[in-house]
């Protein structure tokens, strides 16, 4: 029997039958809402999606659906605090049009990083985060420089494990552990300056999304070209993309590069 999105939402609404949430369908948007009766904040599905994952997994494409989101519920209702969970924040990178503020309108704690990074802070929830905001520090008494500070010095215990190719005599290195903070591994600066230090030519550093870090040893000019490739492809398959333009490492400094064909780039700005 032909999944529809009438038949789908008839499905959800049985998963998520609470005295706690209620549920809408947006028939124009194909669209289906949960949230939390007392606070009105929620999630929405997008119905076509879903019906896609059921064709091809059945139920089990339901359950998951069910787990995550009842996970963001969970989470979206706590308490949270910062005392006590300091091994539990971290830097996540993001581009600079990434929203600063919550859909609450709260303010969140953010830094700038380089023209085309910034770092947010996360509490690490297990299967999934929290970005933290201005409110959540007041409630601590806690300083932005703190929450930085703390973020910074945890991503240094961050495993370092990385898949080496080699191509056209240019070597590529790849973090992607999946553990939400692969590019944020950006900021170990030790870690950076042990690549330098063995690199061979240009040490050029990628975060085109929040799933990978990519560290290139370039020593020739095509080196450039498929790093740029490379890149582009990445920023345009992740599921968070920050930037599609590399960087290049040095004297502790990343500098954002457009890389022209065929050529040594041109620094950004």
Request: aromatic content about 10%.
């Amino acid at each position: 029997m032909k999944m529809t999105s009438f038949k789908m939402k008839k499905v959800l609404e049985e998963r998520f039958a609470n005295e706690y949430f209620k549920t809408s369908f947006n028939r124009d948007k194909d669209t289906f809402r949960v949230e939390w009766k007392e606070s009105n904040q929620g999630i929405t599905i997008t119905l076509p999606n879903v019906i896609v994952k059921y064709n091809q997994r059945g139920e089990v494409a339901i359950d998951e659906l069910e787990e995550h989101v009842r996970e963001a519920l969970r989470i979206m209702n706590e308490e949270h605090q910062l005392a006590g969970m300091e091994k539990h924040i971290y830097p996540v990178m993001r581009s600079p049009s990434f929203p600063t503020e919550t859909k609450a309108g709260t303010k969140l704690v953010y830094k700038d990083h380089t023209a085309e990074t910034r770092v947010f802070y996360a509490l690490d929830l297990g299967k999934s985060y929290r970005l933290i905001d201005e409110k959540l520090l007041e409630q601590e008494g806690w300083t932005a420089s703190r929450i930085d500070e703390i973020a910074t010095f945890n991503v240094r215990s961050l495993s370092l494990d990385y898949k080496h190719d080699q191509v056209a005599d240019n070597d590529f290195y790849f973090v992607a552990t999946q553990d939400g903070y692969d590019a944020s591994r950006i900021l170990n600066e030790a870690f950076l300056e042990e690549m330098k230090a063995n690199a061979k030519g240009d040490l050029t550093v990628a975060v085109p999304h929040q799933d990978v870090l990519i560290i290139a040893d370039i020593q020739n000019k095509m080196g450039y070209d498929i790093l740029a490739q490379m890149t582009m492809k990445f920023f345009a398959e992740g599921r968070i993309p920050i930037t599609s333009l590399p960087f290049i490492y040095e004297n502790k400094k990343l500098e954002p590069i457009f890389i022209l064909a065929k050529n040594r780039p041109e620094k950004k700005g």
